[in-house]
């Protein structure tokens, strides 16, 4: 068929039968919402320190006193280390010997060794993560953010994998087929006996994550009409995935065991099975990922940095439905770097501003990454759109993968994660004004219908080269047709 929408049109853009496929599409994206984040509570870092077995025989004065003070190198102050304790053989001769810490000895002097007995953990948010689980800190504090870049190394195998699959058999096959396995290995993930083991399955999990979502985005762009296709793209798909992103703190604070959590989580993912029958990244997950970091309630900040969503989605169907796609890509990551950008200048003491600009931050790259999938499928034409926004979305992984190591960055400086992410940002902004412009334009069909990208040899605008199709293939219909005597 020389133009789809033209021989679908009948049929209506608004039918029970796009309707149906609209909400089930949309419903299908909900657990990649709290799938893709739920490691901000799996995976948190409670306050703990060295482990001081309960039988060894010290008084409370020096049990009080066995940890050392360090000095914390975001607030400054005087904190117990994390990482170290006094050496106890000398602690414990010291209390038998009847010695007052910081009286009799003076604790500068003391000898000390690493955590051999272990940590004790706080245990007022959190019964239990995988940092408590596998002792994920101090000397082994680098496996949280390698977590996480895993996680997201499936998601790039899941973008690049998916597209092929897609085009090959089919759109529906590859969705049901990834949301299951997404289901499956979350399922087995609770059962996991160490870190590798849960690290191994969390990868296949990114791979399925990624998969259903853009065979499901895909889907949904190829089967509805220009009006709404335009609102799925943007606001319908994106606003669902922020309903999961909100229900994570809500099971999260309701679940505070890693793995009943994620049981939890896995439990919606069964009730797609009927589906068979009806049917910018640095940034935005860098942020997503820095909740459990900010001041204040971690489950409230969570929850926050999802409804943040809401707007912004509703704000990409706007500016999608009336602007240019180049102009809302640049304002959305422009504003959205320079607010993160500026954050560094606030002052310590003024912490809810700080948050404020983080949110606004967050809203404005929430914004542009729900506008460049839609951009970006209305770029490549049917015959490679899956394999286009699945190789996009892979190339989109690497800033995913070391997203979790900017968060990593705060341990030297709290600023220098908010400078880096604001200036790519910026950067990726301006550097988005040289993507072509496809606002007003059909879908293209074949690669002959692709926009020309700014700077590469000109061709014939899509609009004309597709009326002359259509010419040439009435021409071609009338000549086979017999004459009417």
């Known amino acids: 068929m020389t133009d789809y929408e033209t021989a679908t049109a009948f049929i209506g853009e608004w039918g029970p039968f796009q309707q149906q496929v609209f909400y089930l599409l949309c419903l299908s994206v909900v657990p990649n919402g ?10 948190d870092t409670p306050p703990h320190r060295c482990l001081i077995p309960a039988h060894i025989n010290l008084t409370a004065a020096w049990r009080n006193s066995s940890i050392p003070l360090v ?3 975001n607030s400054g102050d005087w904190v117990p280390s994390k990482c170290s304790r006094y050496k106890l053989e000398d602690v414990l001769s010291f209390s038998d010997r009847g010695l007052l ?11 000390t060794e690493g955590c051999l007995n272990g940590w004790e953990y706080d245990r007022s948010v959190y019964i239990s993560t995988i940092i408590t689980e596998w002792d994920l800190v101090c000397d082994d504090r680098w496996k949280n953010p390698l977590t996480s870049s895993l996680f997201f190394c499936g998601v790039l195998t899941g973008s690049f994998l998916s597209g092929q699959l897609s085009d090959r058999y089919g759109r529906k096959k590859v969705l049901l087929a990834t949301m299951a396995l997404q289901t499956v290995f979350m399922f087995i993930q609770v059962f996991s006996q160490s870190w590798t083991m849960f690290c191994a399955l969390f990868f296949v999990v990114g791979v399925g994550q990624i998969s259903n979502y853009v065979a499901a985005f895909v889907l949904g762009t190829e089967i509805l009409g220009p009006r709404v296709r335009t609102i799925f793209s943007t606001a319908g798909v994106c606003l669902f995935f922020g309903m999961g992103y909100m229900l994570l703190p809500l099971f999260a604070f309701f679940i505070r065991d890693w793995r009943m959590l994620l049981l939890g989580l896995t439990v919606p993912g069964f009730l797609y099975v009927p589906f068979w029958w009806n049917t910018l990244t640095i940034a935005y ?3 997503s990922l820095n909740t459990a970091n900010l001041h204040g309630n971690a489950y409230f900040n969570c929850f926050l940095s999802a409804v943040v969503e809401m707007p912004a989605y509703a704000l990409s169907w706007v500016m999608f439905r009336w602007w240019s796609r180049r102009l809302c890509l640049f304002a959305s990551l422009f504003l959205g770097g320079l607010f993160l950008f500026f954050i560094q200048l606030i002052p310590a003491n003024l912490v809810y501003l700080a948050i404020t600009l983080e949110m606004m931050g967050k809203f404005a790259v929430t914004t542009a990454f729900a506008v460049v999938y839609a951009y970006t499928a209305e770029l490549y034409p049917t015959v490679l759109r899956t394999t286009a926004v699945g190789t996009c979305s892979m190339a989109s992984r690497i800033g995913s993968i070391i997203a979790p190591y900017f968060i990593y960055l705060r341990s030297y400086s709290i600023s220098l994660p908010y400078i880096l992410m604001g200036c790519l940002t910026v950067l990726s902004g301006l550097l988005s004004l040289l993507l072509p412009e496809s606002y007003g334009m059909p879908l293209p069909d074949t690669i002959t219908h692709m926009q020309h990208f700014p700077g590469c040899c000109k061709k014939k605008p899509y609009a004309l080269a597709h009326a002359e199709e259509k010419e040439i293939a009435a021409e071609m219909s009338e000549e086979k047709s017999p004459s009417v005597s």
């Open 71 to 73: 000095v914390d190198t």
């Open 285 to 287: 997950f860098a942020l």
């Open 101 to 111: 810490p910081g009286v009799d000895v003076n604790l500068s002097n003391v000898a």
């Open 34 to 43: 709290f799938t893709a984040l739920s490691i901000v509570f799996t995976a």
